[in-house]
Structure formats: structure tokens, C-alpha cells
């Protein structure tokens, strides 16, 4: 029988949206709490004192006031871009053809792919992340590596082959025929396989033709329990560019819709600039969008409207959107939803931004029932937090009043030596 794991620490979940309901309503709190995990499965959660009664024989592993959470969820990143992130001077377009796409010509080689996807697992585990929705690249093996280097860590992960039919460079372009029978046989061969997902991926309707955004839309018809990814009006230059490309089309979104590509199973990265129409659409629909703060300012792109879009109804997760994106940690993500809510003169609670990175975004792409949660009979992917890792930070959570204010510091300043502990499937990851 599999070992039964107890975790002593404080604990924190949420039962409900921050953003929906008040605070008392919608977090669990365990100031001393206990969490057991077994084969892979949360089993049980409470108080210390009750939980150390019920399983006199687990093997105890003591956080002290460490804080024990659902893993991070990255809703929305491009793996392939782990080695050129942080690329200095350009805006979307120019920073797509100067560093993005050479670099994703690079995993037409398997052992590259294979190198990178590992390296790419390893930054995030070390962060805290235990689940992300990734593009990968136009080339089969690049979806292959990651895919196979998650199954061997035991990863929910998501992720699926990025499809562009026109102005892309060559060595990066595939044609709609290509695109649709290349995704559709990673997505048969890979998705329900161990905690693997496929997501159909059209890069962004300016590198596909319509003809590839039909052939995909067909694709995802044929197989709608599977997520669809893509990219929203994140800049306005590219807005004008899409305007141009597809004549016909009412908005940006309008170019998805048009060619089977929205659903509730969608997922919109950036949607920065939206018409009233799209935020209509989107909520109708039911699709969820995806806020990537630190790519939005590093790029330059725009500063996302989450309280608007939240108060409108619609579905939001949270992502670094690695390597437009400037860091692999969803601390700094966090921390930077929180400098774009200043600006848009919203001050997001810290419990707003805990939930977006982890139970949030787990809606966002339809696994709530699985991860992002301590339920019991949710996944065991736990992320372990310090909220003292450094001087700096361990001087100011030392005086705070309550466990918000306590948890406020590590989010602004922390990085990965915040990082405690991180399990993953019920096996443990990181921490002694
Ligand atoms: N739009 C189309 N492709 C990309 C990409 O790789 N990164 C970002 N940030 N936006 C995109
Ligand atoms: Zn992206």
C-alpha cells in the first residue's frame, strides 16, 4: 500500500472566487493544520490535533509555519522560449522575428527539444509550479519532449503543437493539411495519457491563413473536450494587422469565432484591448482569458483589466507567458498583476492573487476537480512556501497582523527561495 504522508504547516485554499465573494466565505484557512496525502491523492485536511489522531502511523513532515498550498498553475506559457527570455528592445512583432522564432527553429532537433523541455521543468518546479498550459512548436518532436518529460515527472500539464501557415520564416511554417493531421495525431496518441492534455494550438490568427483556422476549428469539433489555445488582442499594432489580414471579421475575436475557434474550452492569452463585443461573446460563451503581467509590460503591450473583465463575469487565469513573459516564477506574476491593478487604480487582495495562480487558473482550464485545490480527492500537488526566505522579507511578514499581510511580502519580494518544499503527484520534488 502506498506511504501515507502527513504535512504539518498552515494551510490555504479557497471554496470560492475572492473576486465574487467575501474573503470569510470564499478561503479555508488551517493556522494549524494538517494535510495527508497518499498515492498520488489528498486524502484528508484539518486541524493538527485531529489529523495526527486519525493517522497515528503517516510519516510526518513538519513545515512549522510554512504555508502549505495547492501547486502554482502557469496558465499560459511557450516552453520553447525558456533560453531567450528576458530579450531586450522589442515590441510583439519585432521580438517575434528577432528572438522568438529563430529560437523555436531550434526544436525541429529532438535532442534540443528534449534538453529544453527538462531545463524548462526544473526552473518551475524550483518555483513552485506544478501545472502549465504550454505551446510548444510547429515540430511533432518538440511536443513530444514535453510531453514525454512531464509523464516522467508525473505532471498534469497541457500542451499542445503551435500551428502557423503564413508569415512565419521557413523552418516554421506548416500548411492547414499539415497542421490538422500533425495536432490530431499528438492529440490521439497523447491526451488522457497519464496526466497529459492536448490543447490545439493555432499560434495567432496573423500566422495562420484561414484556411488553418478552419481546419483546426473542424479539429476541435471532432474532439471538444480538449482545450483550444491561442493569443487575444495583446497589441494594438497587431490588432491592426488582424484588421487588415481578415477584412470580413468583425473584431480579433470575430477571426476565431468565425472558424470554429470559440468555445468554452478556450483559452485567450492577453486579451489586453478588447471591444465590448468581445467581452460579450467571451462571456457568453463561457471562455476564459489569460492575464501574463509580466509579458504585458516587458513587451509593452498593455495593462489587462481584471477587475473590469471579473466584474463582467467572465473566466480568468493567471500566467507568466515564459518568454515573453520576464520570469518563471508565479510570485513575480502575482506581484505584477498587483503593480497592473495599481495602475488601473484596483488594489488586488493577496488572497485575489493566491486564488489566481492556483484554484483561478484551474478553472480557467476546466481542472478544478483535479488541481489547484487541498480537497480531499483532488491531486496531490502541493507547493510549500517560506514566508520568511530572505532578511527582507522575513523583517516585514514578522510584524504583520494577519496571514494576508503575513503572505503580502514573499509575494512582492519572493522568488524561488521562497520555495519550501514541492510535491508533485504525491512524490516529492523539491525540499529535504
Ligand atoms: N503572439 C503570438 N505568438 C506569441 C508569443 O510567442 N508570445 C507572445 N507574448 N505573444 C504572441
Ligand atoms: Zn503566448
Not at 52 to 59: G, K
Request: overall charge negative; hydrophobic content about 40%; aromatic content about 8%.
Amino acid at each position: 500500500m502506498a506511504e501515507t504522508i502527513l504535512m504539518k504547516g498552515q494551510l490555504v485554499d479557497f471554496t470560492g472566487d475572492p473576486f465574487a465573494a467575501p474573503l470569510a466565505e470564499c478561503t479555508r484557512i488551517e493556522a494549524h493544520g494538517a494535510l495527508v496525502i497518499r498515492g498520488g491523492q489528498i486524502l484528508d485536511r484539518g486541524p493538527v490535533d485531529r489529523i495526527t489522531a486519525a493517522y497515528p502511523r503517516a510519516r510526518v513532515v513538519d513545515y512549522g509555519q510554512g504555508l502549505i498550498l495547492p501547486g502554482f498553475i502557469d496558465a499560459h506559457v511557450h516552453f520553447p522560449q525558456t533560453a531567450m527570455i528576458a530579450s531586450w528592445g522589442k515590441r510583439l512583432i519585432d521580438w517575434l522575428n528577432t528572438y522568438t522564432f529563430p529560437e523555436e527553429t531550434r526544436f525541429a532537433d529532438p535532442d534540443y527539444a528534449a534538453e529544453i523541455a527538462a531545463r524548462y521543468l526544473d526552473l518551475t518546479t524550483a518555483n513552485g509550479t506544478t501545472s502549465m498550459v504550454s505551446f510548444c512548436t510547429i515540430h511533432p518532436a518538440g511536443v513530444e519532449a514535453f510531453f514525454a518529460e512531464a509523464a516522467r515527472r508525473g505532471q498534469r500539464v497541457v500542451g499542445g503543437r503551435t500551428c502557423m501557415d503564413r508569415n512565419s520564416p521557413d523552418g516554421l511554417r506548416d500548411t492547414a493539411q499539415s497542421a490538422y493531421d500533425e495536432s490530431r495525431a499528438l492529440l490521439e496518441k497523447w491526451h488522457g495519457q497519464e496526466r497529459i492534455s492536448y490543447a490545439i494550438t493555432p499560434r495567432f490568427s496573423p500566422t495562420s491563413t484561414p484556411d488553418q483556422l478552419a481546419a483546426l476549428g473542424a479539429l476541435w469539433a471532432e474532439h471538444p473536450d480538449c482545450l483550444m489555445q491561442t493569443h487575444l488582442s495583446e497589441q494594438t499594432d497587431e490588432i491592426d494587422w488582424v484588421r487588415s489580414l481578415y477584412p470580413q471579421a468583425r473584431d480579433y475575436l470575430d477571426t476565431y469565432e468565425q472558424h470554429g475557434l470559440l468555445g468554452a474550452n478556450g483559452l485567450y492569452g492577453h486579451a489586453i484591448h478588447l471591444e465590448p463585443r468581445e467581452i460579450d461573446r467571451l462571456r457568453e460563451v463561457g471562455a476564459a482569458v489569460v492575464h501574463c503581467p509580466t509579458s504585458n509590460t516587458f513587451i509593452g503591450s498593455g495593462l489587462f483589466d481584471m477587475a473590469g473583465l471579473k466584474a463582467q463575469g467572465l473566466r480568468v487565469g493567471l500566467a507568466t507567458d515564459t518568454g515573453g513573459g520576464s520570469n518563471f516564477s508565479m510570485l513575480r506574476t502575482m506581484a505584477a498583476a498587483y503593480e497592473v491593478g495599481q495602475l488601473r487604480g484596483v488594489a488586488l487582495h493577496p488572497a485575489q492573487l493566491l486564488w489566481l495562480a492556483t484554484a483561478g487558473s484551474a478553472g480557467a482550464i476546466g481542472m478544478a476537480d483535479r488541481i489547484g485545490t487541498l480537497a480531499p480527492g483532488s491531486e496531490a500537488d502541493i507547493t510549500v512556501l517560506d514566508l520568511g526566505s530572505t532578511p527582507a522579507i522575513a523583517q516585514r511578514s514578522a510584524r504583520a497582523g494577519d496571514l494576508w499581510e503575513a503572505l503580502f511580502p514573499t509575494i512582492m519580494m519572493g522568488d524561488d527561495r521562497a520555495v519550501q518544499a514541492v510535491w508533485i503527484a504525491g512524490r516529492q520534488a523539491i525540499g529535504a
